[in-house]
Nanobody, 123 residues
Framework: QVRLVESGGGLVQAGDSLRLSCQAS????????PAWFRQAPGKEREFVAA????????GYADAVKGRFTISRDNAKNTIYLQMNSLKPEDTAVYYC????????????????WGQGTQVTVSS
C-alpha cells in the first residue's frame, strides 16, 4: 500500500551538503508519519529525523540537530532531508521510512522502508 523511493545520495567531502528526496505513494501514505533513518556498516539502523504531513511537528536525532532539516511537499507526497555540514560519521545508507507517529524514532516499529540511498562523506 505504501511505496517509498529515495534519491539524492552520493559521495561528498566533509563540510559539503546533500539533499535527499523520498517519493511516497500508496493509499495509506497520508496516514503514516514519514521519517529518515540511516545505517552505517556494523551499526544498528538509527533514527535521523521525522515530520508530520501537517508540518505541526518534527524531530531530529541529537547527532544531526542544527545540520539536517526535514521537510515535506504534501502535493507531491515527497519528503526531503537537507544535510549540511556533513561529517564522515554521517556516512551511511539513508532510508526513507513511514510508520506510527508515537514510536517513529524506533526502527522496529517502522511499517514501510525505501530501498536506501548511499551517502559517503570523505575527510
Amino acid at each position: 500500500q505504501v511505496r517509498l523511493v529515495e534519491s539524492g545520495g552520493g559521495l561528498v567531502q566533509a563540510g559539503d551538503s546533500l539533499r535527499l528526496s523520498c517519493q511516497a505513494s500508496g493509499r495509506t501514505v497520508s496516514r503514516e508519519t514519514p521519517a529518515w533513518f540511516r545505517q552505517a556498516p556494523g551499526k544498528e539502523r538509527e533514527f535521523v529525523a521525522a515530520i508530520t504531513w501537517s508540518g505541526d511537528n518534527q524531530g531530529y536525532a541529537d547527532a544531526v540537530k542544527g545540520r539536517f532539516t526535514i521537510s515535506r511537499d504534501n502535493a507531491k507526497n515527497t519528503i526531503y532531508l537537507q544535510m549540511n555540514s556533513l561529517k564522515p560519521e554521517d556516512t551511511a545508507v539513508y532510508y526513507c521510512a513511514a510508520g506510527p507517529r508515537l514510536h517513529i524514532t524506533t526502527a522496529r516499529t517502522i511499517s514501510y522502508w525505501g530501498q536506501g540511498t548511499q551517502v559517503t562523506v570523505s575527510s
